[in-house]
């Protein structure tokens, strides 16, 4: 079981930055596909931006260009860096890894098997 934990999360003005760190002590996410997600309310969680175990990455329309994704493998750490935030990105964050996953798109829920507890950003 890999566990993680979410961080980094908070309030931010509209066009501010956030980055979020995801940490899973004692787990490595080499051989992993990485992930953010996000749910706002009243909405389905909804793919961000995936991480392939090749370092491939995509992002969702929504957040492309905005929003990139990195790991660093000897921190078993994940990022998201949230720049021109809008009002629209408020919602709670969630990590996501499987290790088995290869994600094309923004990713769905479905295709990943472990999961954060999440993080809240508010963008006001």
């Known amino acids: 079981h890999v566990q993680m934990v979410e961080s980094g999360g908070g309030s931010a003005e509209a066009g501010g930055s956030l980055r979020l760190s995801c940490a899973a002590p004692?787990?490595?996410?080499?051989?992993?596909?990485m992930g953010w997600f996000r749910q706002a309310v009243g909405k389905e969680r909804e793919g961000v931006a995936p991480i392939n175990k090749d370092d491939h990455t995509t992002y969702a329309e929504s957040v492309k260009g905005r929003f990139p994704i990195s790991k660093d493998n000897a921190k078993n750490t994940l990022y998201l860096l949230m720049n021109s935030l809008d009002l629209e990105d408020t919602a709670i964050y969630y990590c996501?890894?499987?290790?088995?996953?290869?994600?094309?798109?923004?990713?769905?829920?479905?295709?990943?098997?472990?999961w954060g507890s999440g993080t809240q950003v508010t963008v006001s």
């Open positions: 004692g787990h490595t996410y080499s051989g992993y596909c």
């Open positions: 996501a890894a499987d290790r088995y996953a290869v994600v094309t798109g923004a990713g769905t829920i479905q295709q990943f098997h472990y």
